[in-house]
């Protein structure tokens, strides 16, 4: 197991690794608070202000899986792997405009979730627990996967193993993250987050500095890495480049943006936003986190440069850490490694915290204990959050690393379902709560269903259907578009036909004044 065991890079490793444990226990104490109490442990009181959420948002959305997955497609096939970088740069103004709205009404009401608020303001239950299940459920792949991107590294310092031990350092690494998370709550990764952000920029700053240098500049890995990229074009018939190919400009548009307006439906961003001290917090935070977009396309070029230095690895995934060991000293690399996994560690935290917040008040209060004391919602979500993190860990474990992909992909698309519910509700109660349930199962059934195929599941499907009883049924636009965006457009359609005809008769718990933060109150 420790036979080629990278010594110096993995001493740096443990050194980073044990200074972020001792912080996430620490962290237990910082604004000192009475963590039984669920808005406290979950939601840190929501008194984080601009720059700890700035922190906290970038940690939650910047993940170490982004570290590896993105440069990954890269050096797969190019330039289509930059889809991220727009997307993370459509979605700032619409927050702008959205959830100083959401943060406003869910401190004056209470709410702690996503489902809080449709229960609120619908009076759904079901659509609430749609709402919550959906969360859960497009979580738990997106936490295994923050675990595939800390396996890499960690394998990249040399550990192996058979069977069960080949697992050991990331379970040892979850355990210590699930005891820490358990006891201090969001304030855990919240502190934690400043580290492994700025450990990340020193990172990726050394990284499109002394790389380019050692290859002779961009042009020469462009050169390079355009090379590689025709030779796979010859030899698969599949686009890929430096630049997009005709037939991947549609599907680069529609997968930028259905995936942004899926990404803070996740209950981890949620989770994040919510947190926030004020209205203007949030705001501030919109207009800086581009600066995290600018660095993920930094992040990118990676896999580009991984092609111009000649790394092979059998799976794309492995393609920063190698590019890592070939540029940097052995200490540096340990750094480097630190970083990354620093970036599972603090998304896993607070998506397990955010899938634990939504299992307690969205399914188990309403339907199992309705009843609940706030300490008893704290206590259930801790325990819950254990529970999540095994399940994530079990899903490594057990199940293929491409299933879990397969799932993490089919994330986007479940997510950008509750869209309508949250975000039309942010501005009117004309839909019906049944109308949206209606719509949210349209949608779900639409997107599993373009999702699936006999070989695997794709993000993908061409404009063109065989359609029973009306034969086939083709747009005339010959490119492929994001499953999430053709099931959303479903979710709406059938969510806003039933709403013109089915009025409802339930409470709207909301008041206009209640969407009105300080800003616009003044």
């Known amino acids: 197991m420790f036979d080629h065991l990278n010594i110096v890079a993995t001493s740096v490793f443990v050194v980073f690794f044990a200074l972020v444990t001792i912080l996430g226990f620490v962290a237990s104490r910082w604004r000192a608070a009475d963590l039984n109490e669920i808005h406290e442990w979950g939601l840190g009181g929501r008194r984080f202000g601009p720059w700890i959420t700035w922190f906290l ?9 982004t570290v590896i997955a993105i440069p990954a497609v890269v050096f797969a096939i190019g330039a289509y792997g930059f889809f991220a970088v727009p997307y993370t740069i459509i979605i700032y103004p619409f927050l702008y405009m959205t959830m100083p709205r959401l943060w406003a009404v869910s401190k004056k009401r209470g709410y702690m979730t996503a489902g809080d608020f449709v229960l609120g303001r619908y009076g759904n239950r079901w659509l609430e627990l749609a709402v919550a299940a959906t969360g859960i459920l497009a979580t738990m792949p997106y936490i295994a996967l923050q675990l595939v991107g800390l396996e890499k590294v960690i394998l990249a310092l040399g550990f192996s193993g058979e069977g069960w031990m080949q697992h ?45 240098i050692e290859l002779g500049g961009f042009a020469k890995i462009f050169a390079a890495a355009d090379g590689v990229y025709a030779a796979k074009v010859v030899a698969t018939s599949k686009p890929a480049g430096v630049t997009l190919a005709q037939s991947q400009i549609g ?27 004020s209205g203007k917090a949030i705001r501030f935070n919109t207009m800086a986190l581009p600066a995290y977009s600018f660095v993920l396309g930094l992040i990118a070029l990676l896999g580009a440069m991984a092609l111009a230095a000649g790394v092979k690895v059998s799976s794309p995934q492995d393609a920063v850490p190698q590019l890592v060991l070939w540029a ?43 009843a609940m004391t706030p300490r008893e919602e704290s206590a259930l979500a801790k325990l819950t959050s254990l529970v999540v993190k095994i399940g994530a860990l079990a899903v490594i474990i057990f199940m293929p690393t491409q299933f879990a992909l397969d799932l993490q992909l089919l994330g986007g698309v479940w997510m950008v379902q509750i869209f309508p519910a949250v975000i039309f509700g942010l501005y009117s109660r004309w839909f019906n709560g049944w109308a949206l349930l209606l719509g949210w ?26 359609i029973p009883f009306f034969g086939h049924f083709d747009l005339g636009l010959h490119f492929a578009v994001y499953n999430g965006l053709t099931a959303l457009i479903a979710n709406v359609v059938v969510a806003g036909l039933l709403s013109l005809f089915w009025r409802s008769k339930a409470a709207d718990q909301t008041a206009p004044a209640d969407y009105e933060d300080e800003a616009v109150a003044a």
């Open 168 to 212: 050991a350092p990331i379970t040892a690494a979850f355990v210590i993250l699930a005891l820490y998370t358990y006891k201090s709550g969001l304030r855990a990764p919240a502190m934690i987050a400043f580290v492994k952000d700025a450990m990340i920029y020193i990172f990726i700053i050394a990284a499109v500095i002394v790389i380019p």
């Open 251 to 277: 599907p680069y548009i529609t997968l930028a943006l259905g995936s942004a307006m899926a990404l803070f439906m996740y209950p981890h961003a949620m989770t994040g936003t919510l947190a926030a001290s």
């Open 441 to 466: 199962a349209a949608g779900m059934t639409l997107g599993v269903g373009l999702s699936w195929t006999e070989k695997a599941w794709t993000p993908l499907h061409p404009l063109a259907w065989d």
């Open 328 to 370: 940097f000293p052995d200490w540096f690399a340990g750094f480097c490694f630190a970083a990354i996994a620093l970036g599972a560690l603090v998304p896993a935290a607070v998506m397990s915290i955010g899938a634990a917040n939504t299992f307690t008040r969205n399914i188990w209060k309403p339907f199992i204990h309705p």
């Open 57 to 65: 948002l970038g940690g939650d959305l910047y993940t170490a899986y």
